[in-house]
């Protein structure tokens, strides 16, 4: 694995973004896996399992804000997001990529889609938030210890549950900015009204997955993200939770795999 910093300029804007990448596999089928809430960390071992196991190049990139690393102060909603990934794309002169979200990096992935970049083949959203579904709320992530979180987030918590009393000092600093980077990016409530909407303009081949333990957001949610997204694919996840790329990797590859390969464009 390598780790890069590259300097990416957005066209909405003139500020520099300073975006820090992970990288596994020198060559194959690109993709672009965002991460939620947890981190880099939740989707950094599924792209080493990927490129491990396929043909496959996987970028990693870390939210400006999470991990201590710098944010500029107009990179500040789920939409810019979205613009400096299609932006690094097109830095990377990256093509036929499939973009894989989870929990707030499906939601980006959705927002991906719907800029419709013609370097991206195909969008694989992964237990995302940010629709506003009747009687299927987000779990209210602020008030949430993390033993609470734990237990909404995956089938069997017992294999990922943390004790924060031993966290050192720099590991919780880390958790404070990127509670921080997600209040800014996706708001108290992590919803935006008027996606459901827009998704309805997505023409790009979307495969919505969805773990069925998970509690955070819940399969009905995840059914009503296919819904809105005219001829997604809904594939449910059994005995995995809302990350089922870090609890189930082998669950979640092959229809990942399977997915980006129907819908490449360079074979």
Known sequence: MSTTTHTVTRPSSTTPVELTVDEVGAAGHPFLLLHGGAGPASVLPFATYLAHNRPARALVPTNPGFNATPRPDDLADVRALAGLYVALLEQLDLRDVTVVGNSIGGWVAAEIALLASPRVSSIVIVN???????????????????????????????????????????????????????????GRNMTDPTLAARLAAVTVPTLV??????????????????????????????????????????????????FADKHATHR
């Open 209 to 258: 997955l969805w773990g069925q333990s998970d509690r955070v957001v819940d399969p009905g949610y995840g059914r009503a993200y296919a819904a809105a997204i005219p001829g997604s694919t809904y594939h449910p996840l059994s005995g995995t939770g809302h990350l089922p790329q870090l609890e189930t990797p082998a669950l979640a590859l092959a229809p990942i795999w399977d």
């Open 128 to 186: 995302a938030v940010g629709l506003v579904v009747p009687d299927h709320p987000v779990a209210d992530f602020f008030s949430l210890t993390l033993d609470q979180l734990t237990d909404l987030s995956y089938d069997d918590p017992s294999r990922f549950r943390l004790d924060p009393t031993g966290f050192s000092d720099a590991q919780k600093a880390v958790l404070a900015t990127n509670r921080q980077a997600i209040a800014v990016y996706a």
